[in-house]
């Protein structure tokens, strides 16, 4: 490969850094957000395949608006049943 070869999709180096760093930034910030809601709510699989699997967070998307859910409505559920018994 010679020594000026440029990247087709980026030609410019500077254009080609700043699109990693958003793409760094993007999936860091929903990976912190999914690893909290699935140690929260103690989802040790879930919790290890996002601290592993890196997918730009689509994956965390994924979990956070499809499977955190479930829990946090299944709890909410048992409070206000156990609150109706005390009464």
Known sequence: MPSDWVCPL???LA???LVISLGVVWSMVWKGIAL???GRNAHLVWFIV????NTLGILEIIYIFAFSR???ASSMETESEKRVGKS
């Open 10 to 12: 980026f030609p410019n």
């Open 70 to 72: 479930k829990r946090e």
């Open 50 to 53: 996002l601290f592993i699997v």
């Open 36 to 38: 909290w809601r699935a």
């Open 15 to 17: 254009l080609m850094w």
